[in-house]
Nanobody, 119 residues
């Protein structure tokens, strides 16, 4: 099992910045991709950004150029630096980790952390 704990709950004004952190514990070997997803009220959960164990990144078009995902494999941590925040970035943000287990991929989620961007 893998436990993911997020930190960085925030209320920030539009145009501001916020950094989210997520640390994995437990059976962390063979974790491949880590990332961030978000879910706004009344909407489906959507991908924000992912990063592979080798550092390859992937971003949603809506956050490209504003958000940066990074990772510290030694600390089993992933970070999301969010700049130039917009009100539409308001959502619950979830940390995600994918781990190989034989021919399966196990998916783990954090408990979520609220980000509110005010106008």
């Amino acid at each position: 099992q893998v436990q993911l704990v997020e930190s960085g709950v925030g209320l920030v004004q539009a145009g501001g910045s916020l950094r989210l952190s997520c640390t994995a514990s437990g059976s962390t070997f063979s974790i491949n991709d880590m990332g961030w997803y978000r879910q706004a009220p009344g909407k489906q959960r959507e991908l924000v950004a992912t990063i592979s164990s080798g550092g390859r990144t992937n971003y949603a078009d809506s956050v490209k150029g504003r958000f940066t995902i990074s990772r510290n494999n030694a600390k089993n941590a992933v970070y999301l630096q969010m700049n130039s925040l917009k009100t539409e970035d308001t959502a619950e943000y979830y940390c995600n980790a994918k781990k190989s287990s034989g021919s399966y991929v196990l998916v783990y989620w954090g408990q979520g952390t609220q980000v509110t961007v005010s106008s």
